[in-house]
């Protein structure tokens, strides 16, 4: 019988934010994520007699279309180790659409690990990362706990995510400020290519990805949360700097996002540790100490009634239960 695969989702504290080679998810530069614990995707898998494969997430068989990019995958993992079977995949998600993260890293993960062991394939968890790429880049970082590097590589056997600090002892903690549950309008697969053709700045993010990166490595090694949250909003701020340059110019932000931003400030300038990033949607995830977190949240809810928050810890890798 085969066990559960169970994977976390990870936050980007340095973004991935650009392919250089769309097939393979090969991006231009490495980045940096933080593996969380409360958001997770269960995912077990079988071999059926059947053409085709049968895909449920949280309980709802997919249509055709629904189960496109899943299938596509399954399609490319067939051929790269040439099998033939069609498989049943059943795929819970524990991220719930109310904490505002995106479930692809933590989706992908659990997939490819569960394929792994369903079809014995007996990879490696750095093989483990590289076939999760394939599904989503960000999954690539979500096979191991904690501090994660996605190094960037060069070909499909040179991308693959190396561990940090797997179980780092800092006092770290994430509150997630949910603004908007809707589906966004640009994908990150499409808002990526958009910044890359077209930002005259998307150069410059290439230089100053790898010196944020060795920096923030640096603040890791050092314990220094304060040094980490100052890292990771400048480095979220000139990644939302690539979509306002972009042609024609977009953003993901909302009145409220810039809300929270300013709140985020202005607690700051109290002497209150909090720092914010964003990914590729409205919502603001902000980075405290166990001190600050209730502060932040109340501070945060008073001003904002409409706004929802989560407070997460750091989490684990890939997990079989
Ligand atoms: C802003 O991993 O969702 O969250 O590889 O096209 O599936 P694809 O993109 P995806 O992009 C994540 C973008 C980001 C930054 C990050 O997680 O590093």
Redesign the pocket.
């Known amino acids: 019988m085969t066990k559960t695969a169970r994977a976390y989702t990870n936050i980007?504290l340095i973004?991935?934010?650009g392919k250089k080679d769309k097939q393979f998810?090969l991006p231009y530069t490495n980045?940096l994520?933080l593996t969380l614990d409360r958001f997770y995707t269960d995912t077990k898998s079988e071999v059926i007699d059947s053409d085709k494969d049968q895909i449920h997430l949280n309980g709802k068989l997919l249509n055709e279309q629904q189960s496109k990019r899943i299938v596509n995958y399954l399609d490319f993992v067939r051929n790269y180790f040439d099998f033939n079977e069609h498989l049943a995949i059943d795929s819970v998600n524990h991220v719930p659409t109310s904490a505002g993260f995106?479930s692809?890293?933590s989706g992908f993960a659990a997939l490819a690990a569960s394929i792994n062991q369903t079809m014995k394939l007996n990879l490696d968890d750095r093989s483990l990362s590289i076939l999760a790429r394939n599904g989503?880049?960000?999954a690539t970082r979500s096979i191991y706990g904690g501090f994660v590097e996605w190094i960037a590589g060069n070909s499909n056997d040179t991308s693959y995510a190396v561990p940090i600090d797997e179980h780092p002892n800092i006092d770290l903690s994430l509150l997630s400020v949910v603004i908007s549950q809707d589906t966004k309008k640009v994908s990150?697969?499409n808002g990526m290519e958009s910044s890359v053709k077209t930002s005259p700045f998307y150069d410059n993010w290439v230089t100053l990805v790898s010196s944020e990166i060795n920096e923030i490595k640096q603040a890791i090694a050092q314990k220094d949360v304060q040094k980490i949250g100052e890292l990771s909003e400048h480095n979220a701020m000139s990644m939302h700097a690539l979509t306002l340059s972009a042609n024609p110019s977009f953003t993901y932000f909302v009145p409220e996002t810039l809300q929270v931003i300013q709140l985020v400030k202005s607690l700051r300038s109290q002497g209150v540790l909090a720092y914010v990033t964003i990914?590729?949607g409205p919502n603001v995830k902000i980075i405290c100490t166990k001190e600050s977190t209730p502060i932040v949240q109340k501070y945060i809810e008073d001003n904002l009634p409409t706004v929802t928050t989560v407070v997460a810890n750091i989490g684990n890798g890939i997990q079989y239960i």
């Open positions: 980007a973004k991935y934010w998810k980045s994520s995106a692809s890293a989503s880049g960000s990150s697969t990914d590729a």
